[in-house]
């Protein structure tokens, strides 16, 4: 007689001594947190269910949860549960899921421990392998207040196709990357940024116009517009209805998009827009800068200082980053790898990228501005990886002496958040150059509307006014 398990369904905070039977669907890397603390983290589903309905048997497809593991529980497990395999779960206790973090559609999450019961049973071959996914709208995408960092599920039709490009990294890796553009019926339309082998799988080119189902993509936020990534655990596929249990919603969504389409409907669009300097960013002084909450502005303004030492005195001018995503890495101390969470990506060769934060100011005030990447290298005057090997006296002439008291043109994008009642004021710098003093010049009078013959005409006349003055003085 076949033992009876606990449904996955049915789990809660108020039960205790369950044991759950699941197939392991995704199991991501074993992470090694600050100190010697390590995390693991898997997705769980249980069996398939018959029910009837309206005189009809149907079979549902099982639940799914996520379970973690942390410290030696990580370390241990790390070891024995394999992907795509079932296994018995007990001896662990249930959460509410924190869904910044987690994606699952389940309620609540389950931790196990050192000491809890995981055993390898025999596949029946009555569960399945496919994900419950928890689906977002392109909508759900643009509303949400914080860009989560967790991964999401998307349903939806594929647009249009660029062709791939490849890019080189600062480490001199090849990056294959392709953009399409997908919508929903939410009536919105966003990016969808393609890596490496996702960007040449078969047949992403005959997709438009297509269903798409995208599971664990990442958001990414840039300027105030969002657009959503591949990752190397994401899953990228045409939906049909041998992958997508929900033939229903499948069918509505392209029944939506012929009938748009046949209307020649246009659609909202979260794409980047183009940037110039006089569409995009609002020319404000610094205190009228201060004085917004949030937007695209440009400011011209004197670098005052710039902060390349923490409090302890130590350099702080740059990070080691992913060539893909430009996201901090994390060192192994053992392999000595670097190691991309963002990307899931376990072995990385990072590239150093300059971060810190200056002070730019003018005529009615001083701003902190936070600088990164390709930026620093024009503010500073030299690429971050000159730097590395200097010792501090030759990087403190350089920030305190060379690069500082020089006049730019700053665009970039203001956020105000307020903390503990302390209001604090993040401009990220997008754009540096040096002030064109005639393009500026040009830029007041335009505004003025007034041109440069006017002003010739202006001195002309003062010119026979003062002429005339002076003889009438002799």
């Known amino acids: 007689m076949e033992l009876t398990y606990f449904p996955i369904k049915d789990i809660t905070t108020y039960t205790s001594k369950w044991t759950i039977k699941a197939r392991v669907l995704e199991k991501l890397p074993l992470r090694q947190l600050k100190g010697d603390n390590h995390l693991l983290q898997m997705d769980v589903v249980d069996k398939n269910v018959s029910a009837r309905v309206r005189r009809v048997v149907i079979t549902l497809q099982g639940d799914s949860i996520r379970i973690k593991f942390w410290g030696k529980a990580a370390v241990k497990w790390d070891e024995v549960v394999q992907q795509g395999e079932v296994y018995t779960f007990s001896g662990g206790s249930v959460d509410l899921a924190n869904k910044k973090y987690n994606r699952t559609p389940h309620k609540y999450e389950i931790t196990c421990y050192h000491d809890s019961v995981i055993e390898r049973v025999e596949d029946a071959g009555d569960i399945t392998s496919q994900r419950d996914h928890a689906l977002l709208t392109i909508r759900d995408i643009k509303t949400m207040g914080d860009v989560t960092p967790a991964p999401i599920d998307i349903l939806c039709i594929v647009n249009s196709v660029q062709p791939a490009s490849s890019l080189k990294s600062k480490a001199g890796r090849d990056i294959v990357k392709r953009v ?34 995208a599971s664990r993509v990442t958001i990414k936020e840039w300027q105030g517009a969002r657009n959503i990534q591949s990752t190397t655990s994401s899953e990228i596929r045409m939906a049909t209805p041998e992958n997508f249990r929900d033939s229903g919603k499948l069918s509505q969504l392209q029944a939506w998009y012929d009938e748009a389409k046949a209307k020649n409907e246009a659609f909202r669009t979260l794409k980047p827009q183009p940037q110039t300097t006089r569409d995009n960013y609002e020319l404000v002084d610094v205190a009228t800068l201060q004085a917004k909450t ?6 011209n303004a004197k670098l005052r200082k710039i902060f390349w030492k923490n409090k302890e005195g130590a350099v702080k001018l740059w990070y080691q980053a992913c060539p893909m995503c430009s996201k901090k890495v994390i060192m192994d101390p053992d392999t000595s ?11 990385v060769t990072p590239v150093t990228m300059y971060f810190f934060h200056c002070v730019f100011m003018d005529h009615t005030g001083k701003i902190n501005a936070q600088v990164m990447a390709e930026i620093g290298d024009k503010v500073v005057g030299k690429p971050a990886t000159d730097l590395v090997d200097w010792d501090q006296d030759k990087i403190k002439h350089v ?21 503990n009642g302390e209001t604090r ?4 710098v ?14 007041m009078l335009e505004s003025m509307q007034i041109t440069y013959d006017d002003v010739l005409r202006f001195l002309e006349i003062g010119t026979d006014e003062r002429e005339v003055k002076r003889v009438k003085t002799e």
């Open 180 to 213: 399409i553009t997908v919508v929903d019926d939410s009536g919105y339309e966003m990016e969808m940024v393609l890596w490496a082998s996702h960007a040449n799988m078969e047949g992403i080119e005959e997709m438009e116009g297509k269903p798409m189902l």
């Open 399 to 419: 920030c305190d002496v060379e690069a500082t008291h020089k006049d730019y043109k700053v665009s970039g994008y203001l956020k105000v958040d307020t903390y």
């Open 430 to 443: 997008n754009r540096v150059n040096p002030l064109d003093y005639a393009a500026e010049a040009a830029l």
């Open 294 to 299: 949030k937007g695209n502005f440009s400011v």
């Open 337 to 347: 790898r670097f190691t991309c969470i963002s990307c899931g990506d376990a072995s």
């Open 425 to 428: 004021y993040k401009f990220h």
